[in-house]
């Protein structure tokens, strides 16, 4: 006989412990969305409950944002970063990847661990050194110097990735286009590149986010605030003096983060995949 | 057949011969990506290492070499030796809080319930937004007047308005919410990790388990735990050298402070050698970090091998 009473019991601590973890996690992005649309008034009023509007919401920070700051630009800044980053890393990290998967045998497979080892080379460490080499290319407080360096941490994570991919595809795809006459860059081309999209896109999407969510050699390289990203520029431009205006922080944070949040989620189980490195089969 | 070849051999050219040989064509395609990676990790990695053991200033440009000089001066000073204590403190304890909500995280989504979906997409959060604007939110939650944190509590009777905690500006309470914040972006990662890890065990090797007589301890530490514990680990690791080498929380929080209470590495590496423009010194505190990643590198790779194997 199942007893209910211990049944019920069971599934509720289920739900309390689920409800415990969505709170928090989400709790502070829930905490941004009610500051970006209340009030001054409301928000610095300690008798009012904060976590429901008091007065009606506003959409004053918001219009603040577009029409007092860079906020707009700072957008931009991340969508031309992130677009020349995407370019860069595509045009490296397929051929690359494919080589290291098809073309190189066993050196491949220890150069291919040598790159993804590359990836934790941290930017705290290379800060330095490269803040020289920008200066010496004369790209120092330029968005252009992130477009360069960015693709030092893309790279190597994306021809991982990609190595992984095109190792699952069967050879016999590309066997049947050399014998067609393809030469193997055409098969490459041709017969590769077309079924692997899915996989392309899920780099695309990564290199983007990973742009996105880069913060210290944008705060590194970057100082005037019409280069900086939208990171960069809600997180060092919206404090004015030693004053926090959380209401346009709030909305500036949550806007950029939005996007990025949809396109994880999205790709997220890819990801996983690639970070594991084929672990999991 | 033979017209074909006949063909296409004409087709030929010197051009299309090299696209044609795996030989040439493997190297000439894996080259781009090594030269950048070359050109901006390796390099630069090596003109740090030279960076620590010289003068160099923003102010004097010389590269005069000092020998360790630069190290001994760190290792004498109170706020190095603080920082690299703060840094594993900071590690270490936002990694097990981290793994802990991760563990028991997972064993939740594993179960399907409705809903699952959407609760899976909430938790991933932390981890996905950009971790300065995650900080942000955090930072207001601290505020010293409006923090919600402590609305909550005094309206619960928790504590009272006079003597709410001043959460980032006393030392002890500042080291707390960086880990936090830490924890909190780390957590989802663990919990994704973790779920990647436990549905790639065989449900027949857990269901021979359960028929030999294992219990659920035993099929969780002589099953489940040995066989995705190369994915955790490598999990880990990122989470690891990620966290330690990381300046973005602490210097948008807290900026090292009160009084270099929550002081790590990468933040006053950034202080010394960008702020202050005292490259050499900046670079020695930096490559601190290196012994601690080469043995994380290290077991990084005796993992990804015994993937092949």
Not at chain 1, 204 to 226: D, G, K, P
Not at chain 2, 78 to 103: A, E, M, P, Y
Not at chain 2, 132 to 144: G, Q
Request: charged share 10%.
């Amino acid at each position: 006989m199942p007893r209910p009473i211990a049944a019920v019991a069971r599934e509720a601590s289920f739900y309390v412990a689920v409800a415990f973890f969505v709170v928090l996690a989400a709790f502070p992005f829930y905490w941004m969305l009610i500051t970006a649309f209340k009030t001054n008034a409301d928000l610095y009023d300690l008798d009012n409950i904060p976590f429901w509007f008091n007065d009606p919401p506003t959409l004053d920070h918001i219009r603040y944002l577009f029409e007092k700051t860079l906020y707009a630009r700072w957008l931009l800044n991340s969508a031309i970063i992130g677009v020349c980053v995407v370019a860069i890393t595509l045009f490296t990290a397929l051929p690359a990847g494919y080589s290291l998967a098809r073309m190189t045998g066993r050196s491949g497979e220890a150069l291919g661990i040598g790159i993804f080892l590359t990836y934790l080379v941290p930017p705290t460490l290379l800060f330095l050194p490269l803040s020289r080499v920008i200066t010496v290319l004369g790209l120092q407080d330029s968005m252009w110097s992130l477009v360069l360096v960015y693709p030092t941490f893309t790279i190597p994570f994306c021809t991982w990735l990609m190595m992984g991919f095109f190792k699952s595809i069967p050879r016999e795809i590309e066997e049947a286009a050399i014998i067609d006459g393809c030469s193997i860059f055409g098969a490459f081309v041709k017969m590769v590149l077309p079924i692997s999209l899915p996989a392309i896109l899920t780099v695309v999407i990564f290199t983007f986010t990973l742009t996105m969510q880069e913060f210290v050699y944008a705060l590194t390289f970057v100082s005037s605030t019409a280069q900086k990203t939208i990171t960069l520029g809600v997180t060092t431009d919206l404090v004015r003096g030693d004053i926090y205006f959380w209401g346009e922080l709030m909305a500036g944070a949550l806007i950029a983060a939005v996007p990025v949040a949809i396109a994880y989620n999205l790709f997220l189980d890819r990801f996983i995949a690639g970070i594991t490195g084929g672990a999991v089969k | 057949m033979v017209a074909i070849a006949d063909k296409l051999a004409k087709r030929r050219t010197f051009f299309q011969f090299m696209l044609d040989r795996p030989s040439v064509l493997g190297p000439l395609f894996v080259t781009p990506a090594i030269l950048y990676v070359l050109a901006l990790v390796g390099i630069p990695f090596l003109l740090a290492l030279y960076y620590s053991v010289s003068a160099f200033t923003i102010y004097n440009q010389s590269y005069q070499f000092v020998g360790l000089r630069n190290y001994i001066q760190i290792f004498e000073s109170d706020i190095f030796r603080t920082t690299l204590v703060n840094t594993f403190i900071f590690t270490i304890g936002s990694q097990i809080i981290g793994l802990v909500l991760g563990k028991f995280g997972a064993l939740l989504l594993l179960r399907p319930f409705p809903g699952r979906k959407l609760v899976r997409a909430l938790i991933v959060l932390p981890w996905a937004v950009p971790v300065a604007l995650a900080t942000v939110a955090w930072e207001w939650m601290f505020d010293s007047l409006y923090s919600v944190i402590n609305w909550t509590m005094i309206a619960l009777g928790l504590m009272d308005r006079s003597n709410a905690p001043n959460w980032l500006g006393t030392p002890h309470l500042a080291m707390l919410c960086v880990i936090i914040v830490n924890a909190w972006r780390f957590f989802p990662f663990a919990i994704v990790i973790f779920l990647a890890g436990i549905t790639a065990v065989p449900q027949d090797v857990i269901d021979a388990a359960t028929i030999d007589g294992a219990g659920f301890w035993r099929r969780n530490y002589q099953i489940i735990i040995p066989i995705i514990a190369p994915i955790v680990v490598v999990g880990l690791i990122f989470g690891t050298v990620f966290t330690f080498t990381d300046l973005s929380i602490v210097y948008l929080l807290t900026n090292g402070g009160p009084v270099n209470a929550t002081q790590v590495l990468g933040n006053l590496g950034f202080q010394i050698g960008i702020q202050s423009g005292d490259v050499a010194h900046g670079a020695a505190v930096s490559l601190v970090m290196l012994p601690v990643l080469f043995i994380l590198v290290v077991l990084m790779l005796r993992f990804i091998r015994r993937r092949e194997i």
